[in-house]
């Protein structure tokens, strides 16, 4: 399964942003896919995630109301959706996957597979 993020940019305080995260080489449907960041000199966090079957999403406390997360089945892409970003929202954003389960999971080490991340900058 291979991803690939994209999206990111350098943007202002308040704006928006839309990731992308295309996903090939396996049956989409069947896997969780999460989106993680990591900013310099901190640990990856997760951001958010969304089940395989697109019922159950989670955020992290810091971005829930302003990011939203969904699935397009028939594109194969997840996306995150940013709004209202934060200089703290600056980190590469990353998306991960992992087979399907009933819930999201926010541990990193339960996603096998992950894309190369996408830069998110944002100026205050």
């Known amino acids: 399964v291979q991803l690939q993020a994209s999206g990111g940019g350098l943007v202002q305080a308040g704006a928006s942003l839309r990731l992308s995260c295309a996903v090939s080489?396996?049956?989409?449907?069947?896997?969780?896919v999460g989106w993680f960041r990591q900013a310099p000199g901190n640990e990856r966090e997760f951001v958010s995630g969304?089940?395989?079957?697109?019922?159950?999403?989670r955020y992290r406390d810091s971005v829930r109301g302003r990011f939203t997360i969904s699935r397009d089945d028939a594109k194969n892409v997840v996306y995150l959706q940013m709004n209202y970003l934060k200089s703290e929202d600056t980190a590469v954003y990353y998306c991960?996957?992992?087979?399907?389960?009933?819930?999201?999971?926010?541990?990193?080490?339960?996603?096998?597979?992950w894309g190369q991340g996408t830069q998110v900058t944002v100026s205050s």
């Open positions: 969304v089940t395989s079957s697109g019922g159950s999403t």
């Open positions: 991960a996957a992992t087979r399907g389960t009933v819930a999201v999971s926010s541990i990193i080490s339960v996603y096998a597979y």
């Open positions: 080489g396996g049956t989409f449907s069947y896997y969780n």
